[in-house]
């Protein structure tokens, strides 16, 4: 699997996947596809990633707000514990 590193986001993201298959992790822990067409919110300051299958790319667009400082990210350098 190939994917982004782990971030917080101040005000949440909208994922819109636009082609290939996505991997994000749920709350669970589990680790959901999310397919053409299909999109996905991640509520504020949620550790999240995503990424694209081994065998497959993903294309995606990604919608957050930005903050009165920036745009709200904090990247996280250590591996998501889901």
Not at 3 to 11: G, K, N, S, T
Not at 57 to 71: P, S
Request: proline share 5%.
């Amino acid at each position: 699997m190939k994917r982004a590193e782990v971030a917080l986001l101040a005000d949440g993201q909208t994922l819109h996947v636009t082609a290939g298959i996505a991997l994000m992790p749920a709350r669970g822990g589990e680790v959901i596809r999310v397919h053409p067409g299909e999109t996905v919110y991640t509520p504020p300051c949620e550790e999240h990633w995503h990424g694209a299958t081994a065998d497959d790319f993903m294309e995606h667009l990604a919608m957050l707000e930005g903050t009165a400082d920036g745009d709200g990210t904090t990247w996280l350098d250590h591996e998501y514990q889901g």
